[in-house]
């Protein structure tokens, strides 16, 4: 399994991510670019699941799913391309302002962020991820692993802080603070 990969050490912008074309998946944090590998078939599995039990639950109101690649833009709301610093691809990202989503993905803070662990992403998703979501008001963070089958659930709260976890195992039931009727099933999810 590979890596993380940085770049190197220059800082970048939205705008020049934006011309990159060598066909790689980056996100960058604080303006330094860190190369995402492909994810591995189990990862897939969980995510399609997850997406469809999600995307189910929200057929019927106005927030939307979006799946990697997608464009997360963690900025003020007025910053330009030229400004922003801090852009990821969560897994699963659920937004419920349309005034946040544009041709390009997401700009602002979405409603939910799922992130599914691979080994290269660990330390991303655990520190960097974590602290960025926390520090733009990413409302709800979940960090999904796939090979023991939990899910780690970070609510923002009214301190602006994530604080502890709630972990849900197999046999319980996952529950959202932003979606309090979404029921997860881990059956499926997991493939049990």
Known sequence: MSLLVQKDDKKYTYAEYLKWTDGQRWEL??????????P?????????????QIRSYL??????IYSAPFDVRLSGSEQEDEQISNVVQ???TIVCDPSK???????GAPDLIVEIISPASIGLDYVKKLALYEKYKVNEYWIIHPLD?????????????YGKP???????????????????DFKQLFGL
């Open 29 to 38: 944090f604080d303006g330094i670019a860190y190369n995402i590998a492909a």
């Open 40 to 52: 591995s078939r189990r990862h897939q599995e969980v995510s399609g699941e997850l997406f469809y």
């Open 59 to 64: 057929a019927d109101r106005p927030c939307k």
């Open 90 to 92: 969560p897994d699963l």
């Open 101 to 107: 989503l544009d041709d390009k993905g997401c700009l």
């Open 149 to 161: 089958n939990t899910v780690m659930v970070f609510t923002l709260g009214e301190d602006d802080q």
């Open 166 to 184: 709630h972990i849900f195992i197999e046999g319980s039931q996952l529950k959202s603070s932003v979606f309090t009727d979404l029921t997860i």
